[in-house]
């Protein structure tokens, strides 16, 4: 099945994409410059028949959620929270976190099976940047670790943390 998707160029405002779906209505998404996401579906009087906007941080949560990824609430605090449970945090990236410079797929992060699911820049017209992005103070890294470790991960990433030790 070939799927095409159509790019439109919306001068001053972004781009906005069109999938045809089976249906004969067309689902767009229109990214603006300022990272906001407009969601929506076209019946086939081209009148929209619904239309969301979702900031950057939910827009990136909606396109893990569709490309299948599973997650806890943050129930940090909370008693009954098992230490291997999995909790996902945004951090916007200042000029002293140590992953400043580097490429999203290289970043090694404290804790066990911490990972670096995500980083969205908004002065790209991307959702998620590419792996070999090169971090920038104002992105914003989606972080992935257990619970018991999210604090050590946030902290390191802010750069108020340990750096991880090579392993050996």
């Known amino acids: 099945m070939e799927i095409q998707v159509r790019e439109q160029h919306l001068p001053g405002i972004g781009v906005r994409y069109d999938l045809e779906l089976a249906d004969d209505r067309t689902m767009f998404v229109i990214t603006d410059r300022s990272g ?5 579906l076209v019946g086939q009087n081209d009148a929209p028949a619904w239309q969301i906007t979702l900031e950057p941080d939910r827009a990136v949560m909606l396109a893990a959620l569709l490309l299948g990824a599973r997650f806890t609430l943050d129930t940090r605090g ?17 000029d002293c976190s140590p992953v400043i410079g580097a490429a999203a797929a290289d970043i090694r992060l404290p804790g066990e099976d911490a990972s670096v699911l995500a980083v969205i820049c908004d002065t790209t017209p991307e959702l998620i940047e590419d792996r070999a992005h090169r971090c920038r103070p104002g992105d914003r890294a ?7 470790d999210i604090d050590d991960v946030t902290d390191y990433v802010r750069g108020q943390g340990q750096v991880p030790q090579p392993e050996t």
Do not use: S
């Open 36 to 40: 906001t996401r407009h969601v929506g």
């Open 78 to 94: 909370e008693d009954r929270v098992a230490a291997d449970e999995v909790v996902v945090d945004t951090i916007t990236l200042t």
């Open 142 to 148: 989606v972080i992935a670790a257990r619970a018991a």
